[in-house]
């Protein structure tokens, strides 16, 4: 088996942990962004766990059990705004968001294997998908990546999916903004890419 250092080893761990405990989930963020737009540097592994609403105490507690906390109030931290921020033993920091919106739900359910090494894979979200929690989060960071995955699945992402699940959650969020702007870097992708 290859010898995985860094966010992969850290995904690597967190996954076995997720699926020895029975769990539903799937990496977001820069993990799945190296699957499915421009690879890129990430320093951090971005994970969603469905929790669903009221039972987010468990899956903390059960997860501070084996990971640090990177806060001095990191359970109260994660019970009040949903992101449990955690560091492995070899210091990669972990981001946890406990989810529990049908998006989310759904979202982990079309969530497939990536292979990152001889006979390890890790569970990522769809391409789709990925585009959706980025546009959500709509940091210049996300922005750049919402652009790679565009560029690097030009003509295979199936973009009525990520209009139909996007459009309630900008509505939840208030942003129609990211929506337009979503559309935009579309047109651009494809005049360049044609």
Not at 152 to 179: F, S, V, Y
Request: charged content about 25%; some cysteine.
């Amino acid at each position: 088996m290859n010898e995985l250092t860094g966010p992969l080893a850290a995904a690597a761990e967190l996954e076995a942990f997720c699926k020895g405990h029975g769990w539903r989930f799937c990496f977001i963020g820069g993990i799945a962004v190296q699957r499915w737009g421009a690879p890129r540097f990430t320093q951090d592994v971005d994970l969603t766990l469905l929790t669903g609403f009221g039972g987010e105490r468990q899956f903390v507690d059960t997860l501070l059990d084996r990971f640090r906390g990177r806060l001095s109030n990191t359970r109260l931290f994660a019970l009040e705004r949903r992101v449990l921020l955690l560091r492995t033993a070899g210091g990669v920091p972990l981001d946890i968001s406990l989810s529990g919106l049908p998006f989310e739900e759904a979202s982990i359910g079309r969530a497939t294997p990536w292979k990152i090494a001889d006979a390890l894979a890790i569970t990522t979200c769809s391409a789709e998908d990925l585009v959706i929690y980025k546009v959500f989060a709509a940091r210049d960071r996300d922005w750049s990546d919402v652009e790679s995955v565009l560029a690097r699945r030009h003509g295979q992402l199936n973009l009525a999916h990520i209009r139909g699940e996007l459009a309630p959650l900008l509505a939840l969020k208030g942003d129609p903004a990211a929506r337009e702007k979503l559309e935009r870097m579309i047109a651009a992708v494809d005049g360049y890419l044609r």
